[in-house]
């Protein structure tokens, strides 16, 4: 293999590496941002479920209150019933405690209501708080993870650099003006040819273009997107059997 093009794959794989890399690094404060937002939500959806359960909590007591009040009053009314002289005052009367015993069931049903509300806002409440445990458990995970693969990647990144400057020296300056003219434009510079075709285009090589590039004397960029081309271990064509074979 030519010495420039194998110096020029391990520079570009050195390269698709980094990018690849700080691109990572640059995600990572929105992933984290993300588990926040998740943690937020569980917490929120926690509070709203306690404040449901004040909330009903509070409702019953007022509907117990006015219960309370219609008793009274009930009360009241049948300690008048029996002290009643005339006919229409009895009938009043009896009207009275019709309404109050009618408002009674009304105030009865609404409690039932509310204390069946009260067991599913419980349970709703007791859900949240296990989801919530389990989020922040989940997203600790997930957050130190990030941190392990910020530190990992950053180690690698640095490696990284300190290896392309030992490429790059191995380069001769015009070889490597072209690669970053190509990387610059292209994103790689450097393509693996396969089945006859370019695998970054994916353009046909002609023939005799094919056949300059097996023998690896020179260097040979793709006609179409320019990249410099190899053959793969396993990508390059089998040799041609010689007469008399």
Do not use: W
Not at 18 to 46: C, F, K, M, N, Y
Not at 77 to 97: G, P, R, S
Not at 168 to 194: D, F, H, M, N, P
Not at 223 to 244: D, V
């Amino acid at each position: 293999m030519h010495a420039d093009l194998d110096c020029l794959i391990r520079l570009s794989h050195i390269d698709l590496f980094s990018e690849s890399a700080r691109r990572r690094i640059a995600d990572h404060p929105t992933l984290v941002q993300g588990l926040d937002t998740r943690l937020a939500s569980a917490t929120t959806a926690l509070e709203a479920a306690r404040a449901g359960v004040v909330e009903n909590k509070a409702a019953r007591g007022a509907v117990e209150k006015d219960l309370a009040m219609i008793n009274g009053r009930l009360s009241k009314f049948k300690d008048q019933l029996m002290e009643v002289k005339t006919n229409k005052e009895y009938t009043a009367m009896l009207k009275e405690i019709e309404a109050a015993q009618t408002e009674l069931r009304r105030l009865e049903d609404r409690l039932l209501e509310r204390m069946l509300e009260a067991d599913d806002l419980a349970a709703r409440q007791k859900e949240a708080e296990a989801r919530l445990a389990d989020d922040k458990g989940i997203i600790a995970g997930e957050r130190a993870q990030l941190e392990d693969e910020t530190t990992r990647l950053e180690r690698e990144l640095g490696e990284a650099v300190a290896s392309r400057a030992k490429v790059v020296s191995t380069i001769s300056a015009a070889v490597l003006a072209t690669y970053e003219t190509v990387r610059a434009r292209r994103g790689a510079a450097v393509a693996e040819v396969k089945g006859g075709y370019c695998s970054a285009c994916h353009v046909r090589l002609r023939p005799q273009a094919a056949n300059e590039l097996l023998r690896q004397e020179l260097l040979f960029q793709c006609e179409s997107c320019q990249r410099f081309l190899y053959y793969g271990a396993e990508s390059a064509p089998a040799p041609s059997a010689g007469p008399g074979a």
